[in-house]
């Protein structure tokens, strides 16, 4: 993978019916390229934190829609448009599974290689609403201070 070039501070949280909330909490460095006009790509390594390790993950940033790939241990394409839904296959070691990704809200701003990502999404299976999922992902420049 090319030089990290901004770091990550992810925040995702998990709301299931009968269950208390899991949130997950991550500071990574990744790789931001691209420009506003033609859209963003971001990329990270995933970690044991997020129990997708060996999986690379991507956002695709576009004007009114985001694309989440996600390569490696597991693999999966979800695409985010606010207020549509879409089908999505989840490949997992344990099995693939087809899911709806429906979006209720999302957001994207980021200039000058920095910014921010919020998603707010319903996940289906089987036609049937199993759980809501948000996330916050918090780009930062990677600093010029030591090296690490």
Do not use: C
């Amino acid at each position: 993978m090319e030089e990290n070039n901004v770091i990550l501070s992810i925040r995702g949280m998990q709301l299931y019916a009968d269950a208390e909330p899991e949130t997950i909490e991550l500071v990574t460095e990744g790789k931001l390229d691209g420009n506003r006009k033609e859209g963003f790509t971001l990329t990270y390594e995933e970690s044991e934190l997020t129990g997708l390790e060996g999986t690379r993950t991507t956002f695709r940033i576009e004007k009114d829609k985001i694309t989440l790939l996600r390569i490696g241990a597991v693999n999966s394409q979800m695409v985010f448009e606010a207020g549509r839904r879409h089908l999505s296959m989840y490949d997992t070691p344990q099995g693939a599974l087809s899911v709806g990704i429906d979006t209720r809200r999302m957001s994207a701003d980021i200039r000058r290689g920095a910014g921010s990502i919020e998603i707010d999404y319903a996940i289906e299976i089987d036609h049937a609403v199993t759980g809501q999922n948000f996330f916050h992902i918090n780009i930062k420049k990677k600093g010029k201070g030591l090296p690490s």
